[in-house]
């Protein structure tokens, strides 16, 4: 420590114009400093990463589920449609709905839809099988929201860290020299709000992104319990129809 405040000092003392670019900041900057800036620089490009993801994912998702929901109201029956997706699902919407026909085929399979009692037994497994569903493929399209969450909350701290540090060199830096012009104060204070200013660039996108995607995949998940309870009433009516 005492010889990069020395260093600091020198440098301070020896420069007269010092080099305030982005790089000559961090090269600069104390190494603790230094672990601040990359690991912010880390998490916003992971970030941005998640935000392009997920961002094209639900606008994909939405489009997969407009082409389904075209499918499912063309005026097929329930088991054309049913065989001609198979066994693997494009989207969260055709699993629910997969789902609920394997668990009414497998009904039928054992003569339990046209009786009343094991049809009031049948509509319920069908609603609580389209329930874990949705709930299974939300939680794999919400994979990574909590990390753009905990950068949101988090970043402007670590970055805050980085600077107090970076100010705490500065002052000792003061200290040595016995010297508080400008030359000497100026680079190490612009080091030290270097780490904030990342901070808060890593931050604000996450926090914005978090706030738009959570809105979408609500829509989107209303969307799909929208879809079930649809789903659910219409396999009732049918339930009806053959008691």
Partial sequence: MEGSVIDAVTLGG????????????F???????????VMLLLASVWCWAIIFE???????LNRQADQFEKNFWSGQSLDAIFDSMGNQPKDPMGAVFISAMREWRRAAEKGHVGSSIASTSLGERIERVMHITVSREMARVERYMTFLASTGSTAPFIGLFGTVWGIMNSFQSIAVSKNTSLAVVAPGIA??????????????????????????LERYTARLDGFAVEFSAILSRQMEDKN
């Fill in 14 to 25: 020896s420069v007269a114009a010092p080099d305030f670019s982005m790089m000559s900041l």
């Fill in 27 to 37: 090269w600069r900057a104390d190494w603790i400093v230094k672990s601040v800036i």
């Fill in 54 to 60: 997920k961002l094209t994912s639900l606008k994909k």
């Fill in 191 to 216: 080091e030290a709000l270097f780490a904030t200013a990342l901070g808060l660039l890593a931050a604000i996108p996450a926090v914005l992104a978090y706030n738009k995607i959570s809105r979408d």
